[in-house]
Each structure stands twice: as structure tokens, then as C-alpha cells.
């Protein structure tokens, strides 16, 4: 997704200007509990921003992005510090197997 697009979303549905690099929309309200029900909308522009800002690959910045979206369908919020702390703590923990488990390198290989 670009980052114009992705800046209209989340301004039109989330009161938040500006470009953003993932937006989860969480379908399960109302809906039996039987998987994560939702959408994950992902700007792959912001990732190679913010994987240059932290010093760190796009293919795992991109990979932190599906795992933030995903602990949002699980019910996981980053309103406030102590919320955000506690996700944080998660979600690099989760890159981390992740990352154990796949080369994520492999991302950026062309066929």
C-alpha cells in the first residue's frame, strides 16, 4: 500500500493525519470466536523508512508490521504507555522466533 493511500485511510477512518505504517481493522465484534477476523493494511514505503531510521532490514520491519497488526486482532492496544510498553515486549519477542525460524533476508531475493 502507498503512503498516500494508507494517509487517506487513516485520516478518513482513524482521525489521524498523516501516513502511518500499519492499520489493523478487527472484524470479530459480534462474530463467535473461531480465528482472528480482520484486516492488517501494511505501507511497505514506510517500512524501508523506519528500517533505515532503526538500523535495521525492510524485510523485518515489514515482519514486525504483520505481527503488530495480528497482536491487534488478538486484542493487544498501544493507546497508552503502559499498553504500548506491553506489546512492544510481545511483539519483539515474536520477531525474534520469527526471525529464528525464517531467513527473513530471503524477502528482499528476487525470483
Known sequence: MSAAEITRLNEAYLGHPGATDVITFDYSTGIPANGLVGDILICAAEAVRQARRFRTS?????AR???????????YDDH???DRRRMKKVEDRLLKELAQRFDLSRLEAKP
Not at 58 to 62: F, K, Q, T, V
Not at 65 to 75: E, K, M, R
Open 58 to 62: 525492510w524485510p523485518a520491519e515489514l
Open 80 to 82: 497508552n504507555t503502559r
Open 65 to 75: 508490521y504483520v505481527i503488530h497488526g495480528v497482536l491487534h486482532l488478538l486484542g
